[in-house]
């Protein structure tokens, strides 16, 4: 590659968003791209999932895989035969190895040594998939000084599916495969990082409209209004220390033991969950001060165990703001609009739902409360930061040197051409695109 710690810039990603009249039912999306690998190079449709670590694809023949979907995008079937690139891991692999410590491969006793490196995942809704590894090229585009783009590579290890089930065989919501942003070492953030291609620090702004949008990057988004929380460490997820919650600036009455990380309890940050998940003990506080905190203008409504409001006020003005609060005193805004899903509208009243969840241990921050904010996983440094954003505005990230430079970087449209691309790109400095499309569907994990 002709250059040094590129940035990698996943652009242009949306949601679409299905509104429910009937009470009790919320709004589920995903947000997934468009991912290039092979030789020749063909197209997937992938999940973004902070909550999982491995990058899969369909492969052929696979049971249970669904072969078209509902979310108007064309599905594909990897092929390992049909890439020039493409070989298959096996078991005496040095990355099946590691992959067998942390539980991401599987191969039996009995397997001799050129046996297929496989791997069988659950996820939190109950789906799975099982296949083994192959190692192909996935493909960038690096962004020059002068705006120009140059044809970029790596060889990387990913999954390829032969089976599937639970929700990943919907035809209404099917993609092709999910991308996992996790931190283990067969991760893509951890590879590109092992080869010399992208730093280890990954960051996204989820633009929370009902069109989406936002950008996803392979490096770090810089913006001065940034506080980072210490990662907890030596965990499978990306944990963090939440301390306490307030409501209207009233710390609630929670026990802060109900977040210590454990085996069966910890705040958990996932873009691969639609919702907030809120554990049990916290949950019930946080509900009653939202509730007693609604301005007299909306009119409280529970249905199905579900707490919603009617009102005809704007949400800014008729629901109050809470905040989450991390080690090192470092704050989350939760706005309105981060826990409330809008449900129905009747002239001018519109039903807003509570969108938290209760939980039996895990604390998981979701999509509800990423949207419109700018979040840094700094892996190198072993943390975690974020910023309120308005996630359809351009973005500043570090430049490849590490020095007080930086590339502004925007919106993409579908085509993959730049919206808002100022081209303020110094001298030197390489930027590089993969080749991905974000989008949304409907869908919750």
């Known amino acids: 590659l002709c250059f040094f710690w590129p940035i990698l810039k996943l652009v242009r990603m949306q949601k679409s968003v299905t509104h429910y009249v009937s009470f009790g039912r919320f709004s589920n999306w995903l947000y997934f791209t468009r991912v290039k690998l092979g030789n020749p190079a063909k197209e997937y ?21 669904p072969t078209s979907s509902g979310l108007n995008i064309q599905l594909e079937f990897f092929n390992p035969d049909s890439s020039s690139t493409s070989s298959r891991i096996p078991c005496s692999d040095d990355r099946c190895t590691a992959a067998l410590q942390t539980g ?21 809704d109950g789906s799975g998939t099982s296949g083994y590894y192959v190692s192909d090229t996935m493909y960038f585009d690096t962004v020059m000084g002068n705006e120009q783009t140059a044809n970029s590579s790596a060889s990387v290890v990913f999954g390829c599916s032969n089976s ?22 067969l991760s893509v953030i951890s590879q590109l990082y092992s080869l010399g291609v992208s730093p280890k620090t ?11 949008g936002g950008i996803l ?3 770090e988004i810089v913006e001065p209004g940034l506080v980072f929380t210490p990662l907890v460490p030596s965990q499978p997820h990306y944990n963090l220390y939440l301390e306490s919650i307030a409501v209207s600036g009233q710390k609630l009455p929670i026990d802060s033991s109900l977040f210590a990380t454990s085996n069966t309890q910890g705040t958990i940050v996932d ?12 949950y019930d506080p946080f509900i009653s001060a939202i509730a007693a905190a609604v301005s007299p203008s909306a009119r409280s409504v529970v249905s199905k165990g579900t707490q919603c409001f009617v009102t005809s006020g704007s949400v800014d003005s008729s629901f109050p703001t809470a905040t989450l609060y991390f080690k090192g005193g470092v704050a989350m805004t939760v706005k309105p609009e981060n826990y409330l899903l809008q449900q129905a509208t009747s ?8 969108g938290w969840q209760r939980s039996q241990g895990i604390t998981i921050l979701g999509d509800l409360v990423l949207k419109e904010k700018i979040f840094v996983y700094d892996l190198g440094n072993m943390r975690m930061g974020w910023a309120d954003y308005d996630c359809s505005l351009s973005v500043n990230v570090t430049s490849s040197s590490g020095k007080n430079q930086y590339v502004n970087t925007g919106q993409f449209d579908v085509n993959g051409s730049p919206r808002h691309y100022s081209g303020l790109v110094p001298t030197g400095v390489a930027v590089a695109l993969v080749h991905m499309l974000i989008f949304g569907a409907i869908f919750s994990r």
Not at 105 to 110: E, F, I, K, N, R
């Open 45 to 65: 449709f992938v999940q973004i999932d902070t909550g999982s670590d491995i990058l899969w694809v369909a492969c052929s023949p696979c049971t249970g895989c």
């Open 104 to 124: 991401e491969a599987l191969c039996q006793p009995s397997d001799s040594p050129s046996s297929p490196c496989g791997y069988t995942f659950t996820y939190g």
């Open 164 to 185: 599937q089930s639970g929700d990943l065989m919907k035809t209404d919501r099917a993609v092709d495969g999910i991308f996992g942003f996790g931190q283990h070492e």
């Open 202 to 212: 990954f960051s996204h702004c989820l633009k929370g409209s009902d069109n989406g």
């Open 217 to 219: 990057v392979l490096g």
């Open 271 to 282: 873009s691969g969950t639609t919702l907030v998940y809120l554990v049990d003990g916290a």
């Open 347 to 354: 002239d001018n009243n519109v039903l807003w739902c509570i």
